[in-house]
């Protein structure tokens, strides 16, 4: 678990770079940097750091998990080189000085780091596959400057503009993102699967990865087999730490899953499980979460005899992680969703646990959401179902200025015209290959980057046994027939488990992490939004109609379909127009 920040410039502020790196304090309380003239490169690390590593000319900073770290070992050693540590950074700067840039297509992680060339003068950089590690950087009038998370690099340039592109990426696609956008003008995010290289102010990025559609050969008997193969690996390569870790149980299948492989494998296996205050009086099934999750995590704890913590939080832990929440991320993001994993985070934290194991990842490539089978696959994105509200709170003169409507059409659209296919697939598994992909560019990213920042935000670091890349090339081109086995939703994953999940969860229907269900969050989001609206400064003024902001707040009835995903309705679009106005006043923001 760590934290990157970096700067090359013949300007480099050596007092505001360390100043930068220390924003990142969160994701570690230990600190090393390397400093030559232009060139400064950071590290911050749960334990005392032996980073950043220099190797002959090469120096890294390296942040993650390398899964296949072993057998890259052993290859180096048979060359010839000796290591004096048991650190993933070690061995990936000595890989690098084997491998140069054909590094990037031999880890298995997930990972996130930068090497500084002292012989080339140039800075390499990569980034995991599917982008669970996070990279972000500046490029802009011959300086370069990167970090783990975008609140460093705006501190270090005092950066605090951004553009009408960025309000229809907050505005039209929040809190999902565009891939590469980092929201503040001239910053960027390096996509997973790629690297770059900058050399002489020249930055070049790479893709070293993409998914390959191709005939998918297995039967669906051999399909289960080697589906639970590949799991059975991920969580055993997710479980590698002397660290003390937890597993996070929901009862429902994919964390069973996990817990009931991780019992195995590991004696005292420690769960911790979340619920809010009032959801067991105000609970309201619905199509996205039929059933509360307490009965099914205490079959699992009682049957298996695990060790499990309930993790309740209260309205007013909720409502204060909206601001925490905010600054763990940089922008608005999903609001009490994003807030209730940071809170639990910290519990957990309390306990001594610095890693947890979370199912997070799941949906998107065994099609276990809704859009996947309920509704007919149409344009645009599917958790984006009730767009036109939020457009309709925009004033005439935002609604002209950011076209929403368009611009995520056009987003859509961009990203249909990517998706890898080979030629010979049904119409039937031609659109799901389609929406895969969508949710794994788009819903996943989110996902990841939620669970990411506000595990690390509580020094504590998510390993997800979903995300995996071996996994995830082969569902790819499995047909939707096996997915959807016995028209049930994630067939294929319930029959690859089916004798090591009881039949309560197995069969159990999907429900999302949850949310709270107490009328009370709802009146105390309305109130920081009242709040946030008496203040004439609110940027809420000059991008909102105050008629459609005053109906908003005017009743308790919610939508009847969620503005995004699963679980965000109008408690969440409350709670995001609010961290929305804290966003601009707290990061002092313009628009240009």
């Not at 360390?18 to 600190?31: A, P």
């Not at 939703?489 to 949850?514: C, F, H, N, Q």
């Not at 005017?554 to 939508?559: A, C, F, G, I, S």
Request: charge should be positive; include cysteine.
């Amino acid at each position: 678990m760590s934290g990157i920040f970096g700067v090359v410039s013949l300007k480099l502020n050596k007092k505001k770079a360390v100043e930068s790196l220390k924003t990142l304090s969160h994701r570690g309380k230990f600190e090393e940097v390397y400093f030559n003239k232009h060139i400064f490169l950071g590290n911050r690390q749960i334990s005392e750091t032996n980073q950043p590593i220099k190797f002959n000319e090469f120096i890294i900073s390296f942040d993650g998990k390398i899964y296949n770290l072993e057998k890259l070992k052993k290859g180096l050693q048979q060359k010839g080189y000796v290591f004096t540590s048991d650190s993933d950074a070690e061995v990936v700067v000595k890989l690098f000085a084997e491998h140069k840039e054909n590094v990037a297509k031999m880890l298995d992680g997930m990972f996130a780091f930068v090497i500084w060339d002292e012989k080339r003068e140039c800075f390499f950089a990569c980034r995991d596959h599917l982008g669970q590690k996070p990279f972000f950087y500046y490029h802009c009038d011959n300086e370069f400057v990167f970090a783990s998370e975008i609140k460093a690099i705006i501190h270090y340039k005092n950066i605090n503009l951004i553009s009408i592109n960025s309000l229809q990426e907050v505005l039209g696609l929040g809190p999902s993102r565009t891939p590469s956008h980092g929201i503040y003008t001239n910053v960027h995010e390096l996509i997973g699967g790629h690297y770059l290289v900058f050399e002489k102010n020249n930055l070049t990025i790479k893709k070293y990865w993409q998914l390959q559609a191709k005939k998918h050969i297995h039967s669906f008997d051999d399909t289960v087999a080697c589906v639970r193969r590949i799991l059975k690996q991920s969580i055993k390569n997710t479980l590698q730490t002397s660290m003390p870790f937890g597993v996070l149980l929901s009862g429902g299948l994919d964390s069973t899953i996990i817990t009931l492989i991780a019992k195995k494998l590991k004696d005292n296996l420690q769960t911790y499980s979340v619920d809010y205050a009032g959801n067991s009086e105000h609970f309201k099934g619905n199509e996205f979460q039929v059933s509360r999750d307490n009965e099914f995590i205490e079959l699992v704890r009682d049957r298996y005899n695990i060790k499990n913590t309930v993790v309740k939080l209260t309205n007013e832990q909720l409502i204060d992680s909206l601001t925490n929440s905010l600054i763990a991320k940089d922008y608005p993001g999903m609001v009490d969703v994003d807030g209730s994993l940071l809170e639990f985070s910290k519990r957990i934290k309390v306990d001594g646990i610095n890693l947890v194991i979370t199912g997070e990842g799941a949906d998107e490539i065994f099609g276990g959401y809704p859009w996947f089978y309920r509704e007919k696959f149409d344009k645009g994105f599917p958790w984006i179902r009730n767009a036109d509200y939020r457009h309709n709170l925009l004033n005439e003169n935002y609604k002209q200025k950011l076209n929403l409507k368009n611009y995520v059409q056009a987003k859509f659209d961009e990203s249909v015209a990517e998706v890898p296919l080979y030629g010979g697939e049904s119409e039937v598994d031609k659109q799901h290959k389609i929406l895969t992909y969508l949710n794994m560019n788009w819903f996943m990213q989110t996902l990841l980057e939620r669970t990411e920042r506000m595990t690390m935000a509580s020094a504590v670091e998510a390993r997800l046994p979903f995300a995996d890349i071996n996994l995830v090339e082969y569902l790819y081109n499995v047909p939707w027939e096996f997915k959807f086995y016995s028209n049930m939703e994630k067939g294929l994953l319930r029959m690859a488990t089916k004798d090591i999940v009881p039949d309560e969860i197995l069969y159990r229907k999907k429900s999302p992490y949850p949310k709270t269900f107490n009328p009370e969050y709802m009146a105390a989001v309305k109130k920081l939004l009242q709040l946030a609206i008496s203040k004439d400064s609110s940027i809420l003024h000059e991008l909102f109609d105050k008629k459609k902001l005053a109906e908003l707040l005017k009743d308790d009835k919610d939508l009847l379909v969620p503005w995004f995903g699963q679980l965000m309705t109008k408690p969440q679009l409350i709670a995001y127009l609010y961290q929305l106005h804290l966003w601009f006043e707290k990061y002092n923001l313009n628009i240009i």
